[in-house]
């Protein structure tokens, strides 16, 4: 049974750095053809792809943050992590993360989700 | 970017009646067409990948199709549970890209 938990502050301030964690089971980021991604989408809005990590360490980013965002694999710890700098109240949104494998070429799996608001 | 289009951006239907939505794609995307399902305050649940193969577990009422450059999902008889927003989101290349959603609401 596969499962994936976001984890991270519900609250930070302009310009600071948000950092998510992805704790994941019933799968291994070191398996050929597996995936985590990350996604977001603000209060009544849709959604949005950030960023994903694959077994073999090949990453790729949405081209409008790729300067803002980094995301890394702890694969002892099952562990995926993403970072965001210089955060904005337009960046306050539900964060998710998702696993992805080969035979459905996208997210087949999501974590429940969490909310990080930006404000002062 | 790949920028996908869904029509309608809303839709009220009835319990038992088959509903449509299509999604566009701004360039051919072959057959990399992905719907989800979301519910208030729930995670997308994915249905249908690659245009027409469904998700294990989801009910059969759900198709997926592609007529040129047109995907589409349909409900074949509405139940109680169907009433969520749907997207649709194409995974043939980098930034993966959603459509902006179809809200299915209670007529």
């Known amino acids: 049974q596969i499962t994936l938990k976001e984890s991270g502050p519900t609250l930070v301030k302009p310009t600071q750095t948000l950092t998510l964690t992805c704790t994941f089971s019933?799968?291994?980021?070191?398996?050929?053809?597996?995936?985590v991604g990350w996604i977001r989408q603000p209060p009544g809005k849709a959604l949005d792809w950030l960023a994903l990590?694959?077994?073999?360490?090949?990453?790729n980013y949405s081209p409008s943050l790729k300067s803002r965002l980094t995301i890394t694999k702890d694969t002892s710890k099952n562990q995926v992590v993403l970072t965001m700098t210089n955060m904005d109240p337009v960046d306050t949104a539900t964060y998710y993360c998702?696993?992805?494998?080969?035979?459905?070429?996208?997210?087949?799996?999501w974590g429940q989700g969490t909310l990080v608001t930006v404000s002062s | 970017d790949i920028q996908m289009t869904q029509s309608p951006s809303s839709l009220s239907a009835s319990v038992g009646d088959r509903v449509t939505i299509i999604c566009r794609a701004s360039?051919?995307?072959?057959?990399?067409l992905n719907w989800f399902q979301q519910k208030p305050g729930k995670a997308p649940k994915l249905l249908i990948y690659a245009t027409s193969t469904l998700q294990s577990g989801v009910p059969s009422r759900f198709s997926g199709s592609e007529s040129g450059t047109a995907f589409s999902l349909t409900i074949s008889s509405l139940q109680p549970e169907d009433f969520a927003t749907y997207y649709c989101q194409q995974s043939y290349s980098f930034p993966y890209t959603f459509g902006q959603g179809t809200k299915l609401e209670i007529k």
């Open positions: 360039q051919s995307i072959r057959t990399y």
């Open positions: 019933g799968f291994s980021l070191t398996t050929s053809g597996v995936g």
């Open positions: 990590i694959y077994w073999d360490d090949d990453k």
């Open positions: 998702a696993h992805k494998f080969k035979t459905t070429a996208t997210f087949d799996y």
